[in-house]
């Protein structure tokens, strides 16, 4: 099993190409299609913590949806912010990527050397 995961929506071209880097560096990671297999309440929030760009950072701000629930309203509080994210996966921006190194919001898709074994600058 490998140690490093990768959150994916397999149409977004930026978590394609994420994922061919790790496969063409011979990394074969866990792939959760997230919007198939939604992260729980706890692991969204972990995940949110990890990467480091609080709940805004990671959402996905020009989808539509978006703009409908009224989410760039700054007297949201991130329990909201996360609620959408659970009850509309496709707000949660893409891909990110766990590794024993970090987790990061892999756009633009080389931002996954800095986590990567033997490719950090």
Not at 11 to 32: A, F, K, Q, W, Y
Not at 42 to 49: K, S, W
Not at 72 to 91: K, M, V, Y
Not at 99 to 117: A, D, K
Request: charged share 25%.
């Amino acid at each position: 099993m490998t140690d490093i995961t990768i959150y994916h929506n397999p149409r977004c071209g930026s978590s394609r190409n994420t994922l061919t880097m790790l496969r063409d560096r011979g990394i074969e990671p866990r792939v959760v299609e997230y919007l198939k297999t939604p992260p729980s309440r706890d692991e969204l929030v972990a995940l949110i913590e990890a990467v480091g760009l609080g709940v805004r950072g990671i959402m996905r701000e020009k989808e539509a949806l978006f703009a409908e629930l009224g989410l760039g309203d700054a007297t949201r509080t991130d329990d909201e912010l996360i609620d959408a994210i659970l009850a509309h996966p496709i707000l949660l921006n893409r891909p990110i990527v766990v590794t024993p190194l970090g987790t990061r919001l892999c756009r633009p898709p080389e931002v996954v050397l800095e986590i990567l074994p033997g490719t950090q600058h």
